[in-house]
Structure formats: C-alpha cells, structure tokens
C-alpha cells in the first residue's frame, strides 16, 4: 500500500475549520483527547475529605425535631463529597450517610437494587428487618441489606440510635442500574426467627448441611460487634499487615468472599503508637472511626479523627493510618469497592 504524506498541502485553518466543524455530527477526533481519557494512572475527581460527628450529630439530632421517619422514609444525612458537587457519592462509586432513627419510629419497607449496609455508630434497640428476618442492631454491629432484599428499620430504644449506611449508589447511577419499589403493605411480616442468619450462619466454621445459601452476598446479615472486635484483638502480630495493622475482613462464610457483591467491608485495629506503612490503591473507600484517636495521612496531608468521624479515600491516593494514643487502640471500620475492581481486574495496589 502507498503511503501518502499531505503535510505540503494542507493549512492549519483548513484543520480548525475542520475540527470546529465535526460536532455538527456528534463525532470529536480522538487523537485530541487520547491522553485525556487513557491517564497512565486513575485520577479520581473525588477528593479526600473528613466528615467530624461532633459538627454532625447536633445536625443530626436537629433533623430528628424537624422531620419524622414517616416523612422522611430514611433520616439520612448523606455526606457530599466537595469533588463530586451535584452527585449523590461520597467517592466516585460509594455512598455514605448518617442516618437517625428515633423511639418508637419506623422507617417503611422498601427494596432496591443498590447494596446497602450499616454500621451502628451510637444507642441500642433498634432493628432492621431482612426479607422477612428482623435483627437487633446495638453499637459496633454490621448488618447488611443486600440487593432487591425488602427492607425496613425500626427502633424500640429509649434513645436516638444512629447509624453509617454505606451504599453502591454511585456506581449503580453510573450504571444504570438501578431500580426500586415500596412495599405494597404498611409492614412486612416476620417470617423468620429473630437473627435467624446469625443462628445458620454466624458461628465461625459451621454451616447448615441440609440446605445452602447460593446468592450473589452473604447469607449471614448481622456481624455482632462483641465477635469482630474480639477478632481484630485477637489476631497475632505475625497476622498483620504493614499497610493496615490488623485488619479483618467481614466475609461471606460461604466463599469466603466479600459480604456484598460491589462492596467489601472491614474492621482494623491499630496497636497503641502504631503506624502503618504508605500505600495507594486503585480501589476507594470510606472510613469510620469507632474506637480511639488516630490520622490518616492522604497525599501527605493529615486527617484527624475521633469516634464518629467519617472520611472518604479516593482512589489511588497515597495513604497511612496512625494510631495517635500511647495507652489506646484504635479501630477502624471501612468499606470499598474492591469486588468490583477486582472482578475486571482493575485494581492495582503499590507500596511507597
Ligand atoms: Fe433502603
Ligand atoms: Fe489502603
């Protein structure tokens, strides 16, 4: 084939006008904006940034007076991060919010194609019922309310119970994926024992051999917190990793896999004076601190937190955890995106 070089002929106008005149069709020339869509590596828009519960639960509380779980249908402060103005995404794929229930309330059964879970940040003696399963949530405790599963919660304490729900919504937007649909009656019936996942499946090692859960999440829906902190504490040194202290995964008791198909949740204990070694992953996530007084470096910048405090960790930001107490451990609990990452074979991790 020959080759032809038009160089000599052609004017830099004639390519503008060219240009400028390709949108007409809805094409652009790719050669312009190859570096721009094919980065060498990710560069999230989302931006790292801490949430402080001394600042939201006053906000939180105020919203209590104002608005009923009736009206509300969820009691959400949702935490915006400053990098994604106008979505609905604490990073790029996951959600984050701080949601209140009250005595006596009840937020009304749903069902939705996000995965949804929740970490209990403060009371005792609320609920959330599970497709028929109703499971107590006190302090510390992870209950998850996966995929098209029906939904309510409801609380029979004597004061406000809050709670972190961590959601898929960016990445099911993104998607296109998602759907949702009020319960036809007023409530769900209880059709199952209570915590009736925790008694099949929640005692380490041992599962019901006559019948086997076979979804896309785990079948235990509730991880107490006396287990999980018990877990993280009891993990030899020899067990740890540099890059998160010891750190424990809540995983599907099946496979072993992650208790929801988009979202991988953890709990990490971090020694007294313990500091971990920097890395960055391709892979966001969303941070709670439960326990202790710690800060996390993010690109060489610190972010301080307390119990209650929330912050997001963009994807493939430089990042450490440092427990700041010489008496104290600090715990952290956290969920990412790692399964979706994973499963296209996205994610990449480096040390520094
Ligand atoms: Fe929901
Ligand atoms: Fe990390």
Redesign the pocket.
Same mark, same amino acid.
């Given at each position: 084939m020959a080759t032809t070089t038009h160089s000599h002929a052609v004017q830099p106008q004639q390519v503008e006008q060219y240009l400028s005149g390709l949108s007409q069709y809805n094409v652009g020339p790719l050669w312009k904006f190859l570096r721009q869509a094919l980065t060498p590596e990710p560069r999230s828009q989302a931006k790292p940034f801490l949430w402080r519960w001394h600042e939201l639960r006053p906000q939180l509380l105020r919203a209590g007076e104002l608005v009923s779980a009736a009206e509300a249908e969820?009691r959400v402060l949702m935490l915006l991060n400053p990098g994604l103005e106008g979505r609905i995404a604490t990073t790029h794929t996951l959600y984050g919010g701080l949601q209140l229930i009250l005595p006596g309330e009840v937020a009304a059964t $749903?069902r $939705?194609t996000p995965n949804?879970l929740r970490f209990i940040m403060e009371g005792e003696g609320a609920y959330t019922v599970v497709d028929g399963e109703k499971m107590t949530m006190s302090f510390g405790d992870f209950v998850l309310?996966p995929n098209w599963t029906w $939904?309510d919660h409801g609380s029979e304490a004597s004061g406000p119970v809050v709670w972190l729900d961590g959601l898929d919504i960016p990445l099911a937007t993104l998607l296109e994926g998602i759907f949702f649909e009020p319960y036809p009656d007023e409530a769900q019936a209880h059709t199952k024992p209570l915590n009736n996942s925790v008694a099949e499946y929640g005692k380490s090692g041992l599962l019901p051999t006559w019948q086997r859960f076979t979804g896309a999440h785990s079948p235990l829906l509730k991880y107490a917190w006396k287990d999980a902190r018990e877990a993280v504490a009891s993990l030899s040194s020899a067990a740890e990793s540099p890059c998160d202290g010891a750190i424990l995964e809540y995983v599907n008791p099946i496979n072993g896999g992650p208790s929801l198909a988009t979202m991988a949740s953890f709990l990490q204990k971090l020694k007294p004076g313990q500091k971990t070694e920097t890395h960055r992953h391709s892979v966001s996530a969303i941070y709670l601190a439960v326990e202790g007084h710690g800060r996390t470096l993010i690109e060489d910048k610190a972010y301080d937190w307390s119990p209650g405090d929330v912050f997001a960790l963009p994807t493939w930001c430089w990042h450490a955890h440092e427990n700041l107490s010489a008496t104290e451990d600090a715990v952290l609990f956290s969920f990412n995106d790692a399964p979706v990452m994973k499963a296209f074979n996205w994610s990449r991790e480096q040390t520094r």
């Open positions: 969820r $749903h $939705h949804a309310t $939904h």
